[in-house]
């Protein structure tokens, strides 16, 4: 069985400019989650869909992050424009089953560079 | 106050040694808890799953919750130097939700 698979892995962006992360949860999985931990910090929650559906938004930071899920498969997350503090490592999750009882698991992050 | 605080370390151990790893939370409400483990340049890996207090094993591994102090542990014994690594504890929080609130991480060296 595949892991969650995220792309790319690295990127490097000035400020001001448009990035979209993508992520491709494990075949199956309705719950797909969106973390970001950025330098000296913890790993904070950003969204949570269900297929989909936004079920919680709560963590997103500001207008400037949209994340999609059309089909309720692969997902990306969109920081346009980009601004120095949106540097970190952006986290993808996801779970079958219900949300709050069931083991996420992670891809391994794309880290992101705003310069 | 965060909701999970761990001390980040960095902890240092020789080969052999028993390791414990803490965190503290700041709502009695929050009922399920984790402990991932996280390599350089890797997402985190689920170790352990617990739900309420008391004691959870998985051979080296060991994961212990007592409610009535909010406190959780995570000890490794015989540690080995491929658990060195970043430990980070978490919980669903008190909702029916799939956020996880995570601690800050723990990162721990153990020397051969």
């Known amino acids: 069985e595949a892991g969650v698979t995220q792309f790319p892995s690295h990127s490097v962006i000035e400020k001001g400019q448009t990035v979209t992360l993508r992520c491709d949860p494990i075949?199956?999985?309705?719950?797909l989650y969106w973390y970001r931990r950025v330098m000296g910090k913890e790993i904070k929650f950003l969204l949570h869909?269900?297929?989909?559906?936004?079920?919680?938004e709560s963590g997103m930071p500001n207008n400037r992050f949209l994340a999609e899920r059309t089909g309720g498969t692969y997902s990306t997350l969109k920081v346009q424009p980009a601004e120095l503090e949106d540097s970190g490592v952006y986290f993808c999750?996801?779970?079958?089953?219900?949300?709050?009882?069931?083991?996420?698991?992670f891809g391994n992050g794309t880290r992101l560079t705003v310069t | 106050q965060k909701e999970v605080e761990q001390d980040p370390g960095p902890l240092s151990v020789p080969e052999g040694a028993i390791v414990s790893l803490n965190c503290t939370y700041s709502?009695?409400?929050?009922?399920?808890f984790m402990w991932y483990r996280q390599y350089s340049r890797k997402g985190p890996e689920l170790l352990m799953y617990?739900?309420?207090?008391g004691n959870k094993e998985d051979g080296r591994f060991t994961a212990q919750v007592d409610k009535s102090s909010k406190y959780i542990s995570l000890f490794i014994r015989d540690s080995q130097p491929s658990d060195s690594a970043t430990y980070l504890c978490?919980?669903?929080?008190?909702?029916?939700?799939?956020?996880?609130?995570f601690g800050q991480g723990t990162t721990l060296q153990v020397k051969p």
């Open positions: 709502n009695s409400a929050f009922q399920y």
């Open positions: 978490a919980t669903h929080g008190s909702g029916n939700t799939g956020k996880l609130i």
């Open positions: 617990t739900y309420s207090s």
């Open positions: 999750a996801s779970n079958g089953g219900r949300a709050y009882n069931s083991p996420l698991h």
């Open positions: 075949s199956g999985h309705d719950n």
């Open positions: 869909f269900v297929k989909e559906s936004k079920q919680d």
